[in-house]
Structure formats: structure tokens, C-alpha cells
């Protein structure tokens, strides 16, 4: 199979040039199969589900149902009702701060996170905080992009009611030790959340033999259209959360005097979903399942490493995030030029990069630094395209310094 040629987008020039895309931690291009099941929905299938007595709504219904259980089956979750679907990352760890927060946080209680978090796993946490009378204690990490479980064993105290990280950082490309982060957590009964938006892609991923209790990320990151996401949590605990939006579907009785709520997972999903795009998730699962994530993650890794050995020669480069176990993310700067100015020029030469913080802003304040240039892998990319890009580096270099 040519999975490039599955990716009608990847086929175009930019400026004259041949496409490069290497910003796939911001978003991944979708392959046909993903179109397809998007078309194929809006063309023969649009119908709102769960309340229709018709053949549509039955059918819509059951695609829906039948990709929670695909999703189940791809992070090995233990039931489908663990998986509830929102529209992302941001909006499942959104869902949990508000939702957990309301039943277990207190004035005076704390909530870890990490230094290396994108925002997405630190605002929610600060609203909560801000409402409850909580504070927000942090792990920091080392130079190379390592978290320091030391300090995290220290940070726990009797107060502690959350620890908050991601599973994979999006500036640094750190895999951070979930398990472990768990085993640490957990055997003080604090229960563990993990933004897996940039895992979930690269790796494969068993919340199960992770043992965390929410699992959080987003379709459009792994080949899915944009709109939907996943926020999986533990039976025991989701049972124990209150709603988080009121509205229909999470409704078992409405009177004006007492609402009761609807079972797992529908009590978390209040109105009509983005069906399209959850059928697409469906499909960009099967894509990845066809392509096998091993084969994923050992094409990444080749390009990652390959990448990394072209950049270390040039002159003045400086890469941020070193571990030894990362996945395909290279943040860097070259000398002292200015992050956005290398991006434009490699824009100018057809190839797509992020600049800036990368909504991880406390990273850049711990190396004291504006910003990054963000290159960043999926699986149709490839060696050439890496010559290309390096090739453009040393071209725009000199023109910067
Ligand atoms: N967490 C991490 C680590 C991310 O990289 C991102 C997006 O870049 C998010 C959360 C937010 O994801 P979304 O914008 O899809 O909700």
C-alpha cells in the first residue's frame, strides 16, 4: 500500500513547490476513506440519532454506536459506556476539570499537572482551582525534556485530588512514563488524567495497562476529521461525576421539579453530536489499524531520527526536547534567529512548520525563549521530504544570522 498517494492534499504545490507537510502535531491530513465516510454520511446516512423511529436515524444510530465500540477496541478500554465522545481534546479534559472538580474538589485541595503541559491540560485545572479555592502544583522537568518523578512523589501530599499530564508533550516530543506516573499516583489513591492528543497517533495505546482513569484526545489528530474527540474515564468514577452540559440525550426524566440523568456515557453527551465526523473517526481508526501502529511508530522513528542527525549539522542549531524516548516532534531554533522568520522563508520553499509556543508558553519561559520552529512527522511523510527541508535550512540560515 502507498499511503502517501491515499492523501489526495499531500498531491499540490505551494509556491510553485511540492507540498511538504510537516505540521502533523497541530493537525494530520485526512486519507480518502476519512472523505469518503464523511461524504458518504451526508450523502446517504444524515439523520439525528438515538430518538428516530426511522430507518436513517436506526442506521446513523448504529454507525455511531459500532465506531464507540472501534474506539473501545483501540484503547482497550474495558467497556464501551467508558468512552464518551466530545469535540476534542480540549473539550474532554474541559468536561473532567468541571465535572470531577464539582464532586471531589474542595477549598484548600490540590491538582498536579506538569511543566511540560500544553494549555489545553492547565487552564481547565486553573478555572477549577479558582472555583473550588484549590491550588495548581507543577513537576518540572529537566533540560532535555524529562519529567522529574522525584519531584512529583514530593508534591503529593494528603491534599492532592488529581495528577494531570500528557501522555506525549507536543513542543518537546517526550514520552512521558504513564505507567509509572500511575503507579506513583495511585498508590495514594489519587486518581490519574492523561492528554493522550499527541499519543494516540504515534503509539499504541491500553489505558488498561496504563491503568490511568481518563484518557483524553482528538479525531483530528489521528487522520479523523475535526469535531470530534474522546474523553475515556474509569466506570467507577464517571458513574460518581455529575453532568457536565444539561440538555437532551442526558436525560432520563425531565420534570420542573426533579431531572434524573441518563446512563453511561450519554449523561456526558448532551445534544446532537457530530455524527459525520465520529463515523469518520471510525474510519481514520481503520486506516491506522490497515497500516498497523507499529509500522507507524517505526516509519516515525526513522524519520525522527533521520531529521534529527541532518539538523545537528548545521550551524547554531539548538534542539528543545532530547529524551530518549520521544516521538516524531523536533522543536529548534537556529542561532538567534527569530522562530516566525524561519518559518515564513520555509513557507515561501512549500514546506509547512509551526512556529511560536505551541500553546505550551510555561516551556518557553523554562528555556527563556520566544518560540520554537515546530517540524513535526506522520506517517505518509518521508526521507525525501526531510532532505528537502534541511536542504531549505541551509539555505535560509545565512540569510538570517
Ligand atoms: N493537548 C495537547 C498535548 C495538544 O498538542 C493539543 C493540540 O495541539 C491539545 C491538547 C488540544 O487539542 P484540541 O485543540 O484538538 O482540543
Known amino acids: 500500500m502507498d499511503i502517501r498517494t491515499l492523501f489526495p492534499i499531500l498531491d499540490q504545490n505551494v509556491y510553485g513547490k511540492p507540498l511538504v507537510y510537516f505540521d502533523n502535531a497541530a493537525t494530520t491530513q485526512k486519507p480518502q476513506c476519512v472523505i469518503d465516510a464523511l461524504n458518504g454520511y451526508y450523502t446517504s446516512l444524515n439523520s439525528n440519532i438515538h430518538r428516530g423511529a ?69 487552564v481547565p485545572w486553573q478555572l477549577a482551582c479558582e472555583k473550588a479555592g484549590a491550588h495548581l502544583r507543577v513537576i518540572p522537568f529537566s533540560d532535555e525534556g524529562i519529567l522529574d518523578l522525584h519531584a512529583l512523589t514530593n508534591l503529593i501530599n494528603e491534599k492532592t485530588r488529581l495528577v494531570a499530564v500528557n501522555h506525549v508533550s507536543n ?34 495505546v491500553d489505558v488498561q495497562a496504563l491503568g490511568c482513569d481518563f484518557y483524553c484526545f482528538s479525531g483530528h489528530k489521528m487522520y479523523a476529521p475535526m469535531g470530534v474527540g474522546i474523553m475515556y474515564g474509569k466506570e467507577e468514577l464517571l458513574n460518581e461525576m455529575p453532568p457536565y452540559q444539561g440538555g437532551g440525550e442526558m436525560i432520563k426524566d425531565v420534570t420542573f421539579e426533579k431531572t434524573t440523568y441518563n446512563d453511561l456515557p450519554f449523561k456526558f453527551e448532551a445534544g446532537t453530536p457530530s455524527v459525520g465526523d465520529v463515523l469518520g473517526l471510525k474510519a481514520a481508526i481503520d486506516f491506522m489499524h490497515q497500516c498497523g501502529i507499529e509500522y507507524i511508530a517505526t516509519h516515525e522513528k526513522m524519520l525522527t531520527d533521520y531529521a534529527t542527525q541532518k539538523l545537528q549539522e548545521i550551524d547554531g542549531i539548538r534542539i528543545f526536547g532530547v529524551a530518549p524516548h520521544k516521538t516524531s516532534v523536533i522543536s529548534f531554533l537556529i542561532g538567534n534567529t527569530h522562530p516566525y522568520d524561519v518559518g515564513t522563508l520555509l513557507d515561501k520553499l512549500g514546506i509547512a512548520v509551526r512556529t511560536g509556543h505551541h500553546c505550551t508558553q510555561p516551556i518557553m519561559d523554562r528555556y527563556k525563549i520566544p518560540g520554537t520552529v515546530r517540524a513535526s512527522f506522520a506517517v505518509y511523510n518521508t526521507k525525501e521530504e526531510i532532505d528537502i527541508f534541511i536542504q531549505a535550512l541551509h539555505r535560509i540560515a545565512p540569510m538570517l544570522q
Open 54 to 122: 426511522h430507518y436513517l436515524a436506526a442506521k446513523a444510530t448504529e454507525c455511531y454506536e459500532q465506531t464507540r465500540e472501534a474506539v473501545r477496541n483501540f484503547i482497550n478500554a474495558k467497556h464501551s459506556h467508558e468512552i464518551v465522545f466530545t469535540r476534542g481534546t480540549t473539550e474532554s479534559i474541559n468536561l473532567v476539570a468541571s465535572s470531577f472538580c464539582q464532586r471531589f474538589l474542595s477549598k484548600g485541595d490540590e491538582i498536579i499537572v506538569s511543566g511540560m503541559e500544553h494549555h489545553s491540560n492547565i
Open 171 to 204: 513542543t518537546l516530543g517526550t514520552v512521558n512514563p504513564i505507567a509509572e506516573i500511575v503507579n506513583i499516583a495511585h498508590s495514594h489513591n489519587i486518581p490519574v488524567l492523561v492528554d493522550g492528543a499527541q499519543s494516540i497517533s504515534h503509539m499504541p
